[in-house]
C-alpha cells in the first residue's frame, strides 16, 4: 500500500520546532529596523525562520516576494516597508546585484533576503548596497535536541543516521516510516543528488569524501591538514550551509562530521536500498 506523498511547507508557531534563539534574536533586529540575509541551503527552514520572526513583531507593513514564482516588487511598494525577498538565488548574480540596488534607493525600513552560496557571494562585494547593512544568519542543519523534538525522542537516532539531522529529510523519513528507502526514493533521491551537484569536485567535495571516509567527528585543524585544504574554514562554512555535514562542539572541541548516510551512499556508491534493523523501527 502506498503511503500519500509528503509534501513539504513553511511552518510556524506551534509547527515551528527548534532554533527559538535565533528567531527571538532575528525578531529583536527586526524590531530595530535592521536587515538580514538568512543563508542555507536548500529546504534548510529558511522561509520558516523568517516567518516565524516576523509573526511575532508588532503591526508593520511587511511585503513578501518569493522570488521562484513572483517578479520583484515596485518601488512604491517597497518605500517604508519591511521587505522580504525570498529564494534570492533563483535570480542570476547580475539580477540580484541589480535589484538590491534598487531596493537601497527605495529605503525600505528592513531587508530580510533568503538564498544560498551565490547569495552571500554576492553580498560580499561591498559595492552591492549603497544604504543597507546586512547581517548574515547562516543555517545548518539541526542540532540533536532540536531533532528529538521534531521527530520524537525514541525515532530521532535511527532517522538521523539516514539524514544526517538535515530537517526535510529528517521529516521525509518521519513521514514514510519504514517506507522512507523505497516509498520516499522519488522525492529525496533527486533532493540528494541536487545537493552533490551543488558541492561538486572541488574542495568541498573532497572535504567531504575524507569526512565520509573518517565515519566520525573530527577537528577542523586536523581536516584541513590531513586533506591539504589551507582555507578549511571556508570550504567547511560551504558544507555546513548547504546541510551536508554538521558543525557542533563536541567535549569542548570543534568538529565536523559527514552524517547524513544518503548523502554519503550516493557519492560513494552506496545503495541504501533496504532498511536496516534499526531503522525498521521508526513507525509512520
Not at 23 to 30: A, Q
Not at 42 to 56: D, H, I
Not at 171 to 185: C, D, I, M, Q, V
Request: hydrophobic share 40%; proline share 6%; net charge neutral.
Amino acid at each position: 500500500m502506498s503511503v500519500t506523498p509528503f509534501i513539504p511547507r513553511p511552518v510556524t508557531g506551534g509547527d515551528f520546532i527548534g532554533r527559538q534563539g535565533l528567531v527571538r534574536n532575528l525578531r529583536g533586529r527586526l524590531m530595530n529596523g535592521e536587515s538580514v540575509a538568512v543563508i542555507g541551503g536548500p529546504k534548510l527552514g529558511k522561509t520558516s525562520l523568517v516567518r516565524s520572526a516576523l509573526e511575532g513583531l508588532p503591526d508593520r507593513r511587511v511585503v513578501e516576494v518569493d522570488l521562484r514564482q513572483a517578479p520583484p516588487p515596485q518601488e512604491a511598494e517597497i518605500s517604508g516597508a519591511m521587505l522580504v525577498l525570498d529564494n534570492l538565488d533563483h535570480l542570476s548574480d547580475e539580477a540580484i546585484d541589480r535589484l538590491l540596488r534598487q531596493v537601497s534607493i527605495a529605503r525600505p525600513t528592513n531587508l530580510i533576503l533568503t538564498g544560498s552560496r551565490r547569495l552571500r557571494t554576492v553580498l560580499d562585494h561591498a559595492s552591492t548596497l549603497t544604504a543597507l547593512s546586512i547581517r548574515l544568519y547562516p543555517l545548518s542543519v539541526l542540532l540533536d535536541g532540536e531533532l528529538r523534538r521534531l521527530v520524537g525522542h525514541d525515532r530521532a537516532a535511527p532517522i538521523a543516521k539516514w539524514t544526517g539531522n538535515h530537517p526535510y529529510l529528517s521529516k521525509l523519513f518521519l513521514h514514510y516510516g519504514e517506507a522512507a528507502l523505497s516509498e520516499g526514493r522519488r522525492q529525496w533521491e533527486p533532493f540528494v543528488r541536487g545537493l552533490a551537484e551543488e558541492i561538486g569536485e572541488g574542495t568541498a567535495g573532497r572535504l567531504l569524501n575524507y569526512l565520509i571516509t573518517c565515519g566520525k567527528p573530527v577537528n577542523p585543524t586536523r581536516a584541513g591538514a590531513e586533506t591539504g585544504i589551507e582555507d578549511i574554514k571556508t570550504v567547511a562554512d560551504r558544507l555546513v550551509y548547504l546541510g551536508a555535514v554538521s558543525r557542533w562542539i563536541r567535549h569542548d572541541e570543534a568538529t565536523l562530521f559527514a552524517g547524513c548516510r544518503l548523502l554519503n551512499d550516493f557519492l560513494t556508491g552506496g545503495s541504501p536500498n533496504q532498511v536496516d534493523e534499526e531503522t525498521s523501527s521508526v513507525e509512520p
